[in-house]
């Protein structure tokens, strides 16, 4: 299988360094061949070609099976007025991959709830699956901009909406057979075009159990009644906002990975932290959610369940049991995780 | 003084019901007059005139000192094709009165931190105002719906951000000095203009303290680092659900207040949670934040902070002593606690 890299910003380049080490370690291990391609993203390739996406990256990107991102941006190119941005790489990454469906699963390991800011009962069974429409909505909307006025469009279709909703239910099915479908049906036309289509698609799943909310409750559910959720599916804006909330429940927004799904095979695979410019370059940040979006990589991308099973398996011995990066309260360094992780995963 | 209560729906009317009643003791024992007129909005104003803001109500509003809201909505009327909507009513009063800036204090009870989903030690100090934009955004865009596709145009001009975040600036004088403006700079247009405006005008104010954060982010460190905010300003959407989730810190919904505030001083008050139709008319609900919010309308429309500082010390020693309603682990009713606000207030 050929994997595209794309280091992109900040300690992107370090933890997208430790996954792919550890994809490495189950080639060996389990006799696969991959062959990695590095490429650039973000504010480093406005640095070096002028363009958020070179060409040559989008086209790699679309040849690949697979593609591991690490993080895009940083204060050095986010200028309110800056013609361009690192942002806007990955935005069009997003669109030209046609990964409509962003999975985000939330846990809360046990060894790490003293960390969270909520109680540890409540903590208690959270499992989340957070599936966040990516391709469209205001991010992709039509957008002015005069001295005087700024608009932002956001616009749903109901295929665009259907497909990513009928993915949930599907991913449900797998888990405890619930979807909360969130949206802002009192005020947005988009979401009253969304909660219509959400209860078509249900008759067709009659064996899940569907819950509207409107995401102003929503952003308060998760935190009085986490546990009550399974599958999540909501639009991009308002999936943004909600997975950076639940992420942190986690304890640190190191720990979390993400995948975004399309039609294919192909998927991108980027931990759900930021580039983290006061960190980068000093081997300290955290790799988990890098190498937990690795193991995504390898199941959805590349069928290889057992080894996606085992670098979990892996990853979650190394946070029982040590060794931390400083985020979850130790001193490691991200070499050091890295290693930690291959030596549980032999 | 006239003041004009839109009860509403659901628990609407027996929440504000409990607030007139604290007003009325705040005429008799400051010897002011206060003349009160009710009017109907959303739902019940659907059922009974065909349509969520009848134009009587509106042109009370409109002629008053100050309006004073219970709460709008309901599942009787919350299909997503309805023609007609309850929350219609609503955005169309705040567009009426121009009540542009809608405050929504933050405070964690020390008698009610252990109902908190967040750890208590995240809880001390918490103390956060939030300044959200109340007649702009997505709320008022132009919106369009055909059978297939849906749009919701969200547009800012310059001089809308320019007021509300003048009024976070000088809240702020008042305060610890820190603002913090929250946008999604790196993805939507109308972020970018909120935020070279927001700089433009913090140059004004080079005694106040000024951070920026993304929206997502910003999500997180309300839990991480709840403490840290002073006053925060952003757009309707992004406010209306950060503020839903900074809610869930103080342990219910039922406590707390918000006021909307125009140029001029007629202002519009109501409590943050909604109308709770699975408790209405049971004499159970939590008339807190609708005491609450009446101590703000005493405070920012009618000057009166001497006696909205007895309201809020009234309240602050039902808390600390109870009686409790069931929201917060009691069994008081709505009129017991009405009952014991007006005896710690007498
Ligand atoms: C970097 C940014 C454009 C991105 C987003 O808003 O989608 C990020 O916050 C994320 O959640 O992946
Ligand atoms: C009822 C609804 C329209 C309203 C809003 O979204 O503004 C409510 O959630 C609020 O926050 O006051």
Not at 80 to 93: C, F, I, K, M, S
Not at 190 to 197: A, I, V
Not at 317 to 328: K, M, S
């Amino acid at each position: 299988a050929h994997i595209v890299t794309l280091p992109g910003d900040g300690v992107g380049p370090e933890v997208t360094a430790a996954a792919v080490a550890v994809l490495q370690a189950v080639a060996a291990r389990y006799s696969h061949e991959f062959s990695f391609e590095e490429q650039a993203i973000g504010g480093c390739a406005i640095d070096a070609f002028g363009e958020p996406l070179p060409a040559a990256a989008l086209a790699a990107c679309q040849q690949a099976d697979a593609v591991l991102l690490g993080a895009v941006g940083g204060p050095k190119w986010s200028d309110p007025n800056a013609p361009v941005r690192p942002e806007q790489g990955l935005l069009a990454l997003r669109a030209a991959l046609g990964v409509y469906a962003n999975l985000r699963p939330l846990q809360v390991h046990p060894a790490l709830a003293a960390l969270s800011p909520l109680k540890n009962e409540k903590l208690k069974n959270v499992d989340v699956l957070f599936v966040r429409e990516l391709t469209g909505g205001a991010y992709f909307g039509a957008k002015t901009r005069t001295a005087d006025t700024a608009t932002d469009e956001c616009k749903y279709t109901v295929a665009e909406v259907e497909r990513v909703v009928r993915r949930a239910f599907d991913l449900a099915r797998d888990r405890r057979r619930h979807v909360t479908s969130v949206d802002k049906a009192n005020v947005l036309e988009t979401s009253r075009l969304w909660r219509s289509t959400v209860q078509r698609i249900a008759a067709d799943y009659p064996d899940v159990k569907l819950e509207h909310q409107l995401v102003d409750s929503m952003a308060m559910l998760l935190l009085t009644q986490p546990s009550r959720y399974d599958v999540v599916v909501t639009e991009n804006l308002f999936g943004d906002i909600l997975t950076d909330e639940a992420a942190a429940l986690a304890g640190s927004l190191g720990l979390l990975p993400s995948a975004s799904l399309g039609e294919g095979s192909n998927g991108l695979y980027e931990p759900i932290h930021g580039s983290a410019p006061d960190i980068a370059g000093q081997n300290v940040a955290n790799p988990t959610g890098a190498i937990l979006s690795a193991a995504m990589l390898l199941r959805h991308s590349l069928q290889l369940e057992a080894e996606a099973v085992a670098i979990e398996a892996a990853v979650d011995h190394v946070l029982t049991h040590g060794p931390h990066t400083r985020d979850i309260g130790g001193q490691a360094s991200t070499t050091q995780i890295r290693d930690a992780v291959l030596a549980a995963f032999e």
